[in-house]
């Protein structure tokens, strides 16, 4: 099994849609938590941290569940500078910090 | 600040040929790292450097080696070029851990690499 396993998209979705991405990671030593996101042909760029609590940045809000081992991202108000792959990362417990990427999901906002 | 640069951008082997990709980062940080990202499979660590004169593996580094003798550069050599490894590679840095929270890895623009 993926240690980190995502939708795999492509979502397709009108401007000022509300979308909802879904992560689970399988190992339960997994310490911090991130998505990044990534445009076409370009490096992935951090977009946010996630914490137990939950957290807001303007229209993204990002969730973590460690019972269920399962992180989401929420956009709102979806804009067409959405368009990209979100990645979902997670960090292992007593490592490096090495990132562990999901595969990514694509998102597609049409005017 | 130019962040986290690479070189070549772009580069096309023949199967048995070697080469150097360079990595440099001018924020002055501990960790650096080499991945690589293939279509349907994400980015993988080949190697990663915890700071100068060290290196260790990752999950992919069958078929790489690097060195990391200034803290600014990390290079990452192919000896022998095989069409798997025909990709794009990302380098990546981050300072060291602070306050008990990882800091952000910062990337490189990629190499696109394609070995015929």
């Known amino acids: 099994r993926k240690e980190v396993e995502q939708d795999p998209g492509p979502f397709n979705v009108p401007e000022g849609a509300t979308v909802a991405f879904n992560c689970t990671y399988s190992?339960?030593?997994?310490?911090?938590f991130f998505w990044y996101r990534q445009d076409c042909r370009k490096e992935p760029k951090l977009l946010m941290s996630?914490?137990?609590s939950g957290n807001e940045d303007g229209r993204f809000t990002a969730q973590l569940n460690r019972a269920s081992q399962y992180i989401s991202l929420l956009i709102r108000d979806s804009k067409l500078s959405d368009s990209a792959t979100y990645l979902c990362?997670?960090?292992?417990?007593?490592?490096?910090?090495?990132?562990?990427f999901g595969k990514g999901t694509k998102l597609s906002v049409k005017p | 600040n130019a962040g986290v640069t690479q070189t070549p951008k772009f580069r096309v082997l023949k199967t048995g040929q070697s080469m150097t990709l360079l990595c440099a980062q001018d924020?002055?940080?501990?960790?650096m790292y080499w991945y690589r990202q293939d279509p349907g499979m994400g980015l993988r660590l080949i190697h990663y450097?915890?700071?100068?004169?060290?290196?260790a593996k990752g999950e992919v580094p069958d078929g790489y080696n690097v060195s990391r003798l200034k803290k600014q550069n990390f290079l990452l050599g192919l000896e022998s070029a095989a069409p798997s490894q025909t990709s794009v590679y990302f380098c990546?840095?981050?300072?060291?851990?602070?306050?008990?929270?990882?800091?952000?890895?910062?990337f490189g623009p990629g190499t696109r690499l394609t070995v015929l």
């Open positions: 990546a840095s981050r300072d060291r851990l602070a306050g008990g929270f990882y800091n952000e890895q910062f």
């Open positions: 190992n339960s030593a997994s310490q911090s």
């Open positions: 996630v914490y137990s």
């Open positions: 990362v997670v960090i292992l417990g007593g490592s490096q910090g090495n990132l562990i």
């Open positions: 924020m002055n940080h501990e960790y």
């Open positions: 450097s915890v700071g100068e004169g060290t290196t």
